[in-house]
């Protein structure tokens, strides 16, 4: 019969299947054939399933019970004495009696039902031994090939065609992927919703610039230097502090090695984010002014019930200070773990200051709309009162109170 082949192959399918033991494939396909010869015969019948897994095949026992012909009333359990006197004189009342049921004999209805309980099973097997192996890589990096973009995700395989999936959420901005692009993330969640393991992928955690390090700078993966923290903003800007405990290594020299050749690789993976390496220290004045590097700092001022520091510097440091679209001290704070408040330190002898001094607090375009009426500085915008301002500007009185108070705040 053909559906008796394609149940063997079936079988011979489930064999082969990688990291399943012989107990384990034993016992499912004993629990297939007994509950689908329970649906066909009933509950009540009998049945030794003996599985050959070395022929990759299956003999199937049919029990039942002799009894005397006058107590015979249950073919489903029973045969009469009679009855297997005819095959061996030897049988007694209440013995077992065993008959071998060929699965040719099953019908082709029997056969299909069986194949596709099994088939069940195999794949129900192999999604739990896909589940079970990415449930112990979680935190891994894992290569694959994206194979299909949708709006909210896309979806990735890997070397045994397995789908993993890596959000919209967690792509890099700058990301700009095609279908049959190789793409290298960190496994981050891993799920069984209804039987299917869902494997989730991530390129923004902090997780997976932490594993880059580790395959590009053996020093880290040897255990020489020790990632502290990371924060980041991917795709613009990530700041990670390193320790080493070997005086000998300079944690930030190994990491940036010869010329950078040791960072760029990561950049490149990052698509060009720009990333700060920062040596550790448990000095929180110190931490602070290395985290808000390149700027120099003058004064750090450290409240450290409120978890806060007041950080005084030069005009020309502040920009450098708070970075670009204020990165820089948004990263730094995060590193740290204080809210850091940047404040300008006026020289005594300057009398006023400079509105591109104010660009990382004020909208460019306001600072032209006040150099449009000849105003070049915070005290000559100042001396203008705010209805002049108003009038003369066009701004909106409470982007005229605002600009006020920073101005105000500057000379106190």
């Known amino acids: 019969m053909k559906e008796h082949k394609n149940l063997i192959e079936t079988f011979a399918e489930f064999k082969e299947l990688k990291n399943i033991d012989r107990p384990t494939m034993i016992s499912v396909l004993k629990e297939v054939f007994t509950l689908t010869l329970a649906k066909l015969f009933g509950m009540e019948a009998e049945f030794d399933v003996i599985v050959n897994d070395s022929k990759g095949d299956v003999e199937i026992w049919r029990r039942k019970t002799v009894v005397e012909d006058s107590d015979f009333d249950d073919p489903e359990t029973q045969i009469s004495l009679s009855e297997v006197k005819k095959i061996d004189e030897d049988f007694e009342a209440g013995e077992e009696w065993s008959e071998e049921i060929k699965l040719e004999e099953f019908g082709r209805r029997a056969i ?3 194949k596709s309980n099994l088939q069940g099973k195999i794949m129900e097997r192999e999604k739990m031994d896909i589940y079970l192996n ?9 290569t694959g090939e994206v194979h299909q973009i949708w709006k909210k995700e896309i979806m990735i395989l890997d070397d045994e065609g397995n ?3 890596l959000p919209k959420s967690e792509q890099i901005p700058n990301d700009r992927l095609k279908k049959g692009s190789t793409i290298r993330a960190v496994i981050t969640e891993v799920e069984l919703i209804n039987g299917n393991p869902i494997i989730k992928l991530s390129r923004t955690s902090p997780l997976f610039l932490e594993r880059l390090f580790e395959n590009e700078i053996p020093e880290i993966l040897d255990g020489l230097i020790t990632i502290k923290k990371i924060v980041r903003v991917p795709g613009e800007r990530a700041k990670v502090a390193v320790e080493s405990y070997d005086e000998r290594v300079d944690p930030v020299g190994a990491c940036v090695g010869m010329k950078g050749s040791r960072i760029h690789g990561i950049v490149r993976e990052l698509h060009n984010e720009n990333i700060d390496i920062i040596n550790y220290t448990s000095n929180i004045q110190l931490y602070i002014q ?3 590097s390149p700027a120099k700092i003058n004064v750090i001022k450290i409240n450290e019930e409120k978890k806060e520091a007041e950080v005084y510097l ?3 440091q502040v920009s450098l200070a708070i970075g670009k679209g204020g990165l820089n001290i948004k990263l730094a704070s995060l590193l740290v773990g204080y809210k850091i408040d940047v404040f300008r330190e006026m020289d005594e002898n300057e009398e006023d200051v400079d509105l591109d001094e104010f660009s990382d607090e004020i909208e460019p375009w306001i ?3 006040l150099k449009s009426i000849g105003c070049d500085t915070a005290k000559s915008v100042l001396e203008l009162t705010k209805e002049e301002l108003i009038q003369r500007t066009d701004l909106e009185e409470e982007t005229i109170n605002e600009i006020y108070k ?5 000379f106190e």
């Open 290 to 292: 290395r985290a808000l």
């Open 314 to 316: 030069n005009p020309d």
């Open 134 to 142: 990415y449930k112990d890589r979680i935190g891994e990096i894992v």
């Open 367 to 369: 600072i032209d709309v």
């Open 112 to 114: 299909l039902i069986l």
């Open 406 to 410: 920073i101005f105000s705040t500057e």
């Open 163 to 165: 789908e993993l999936k």
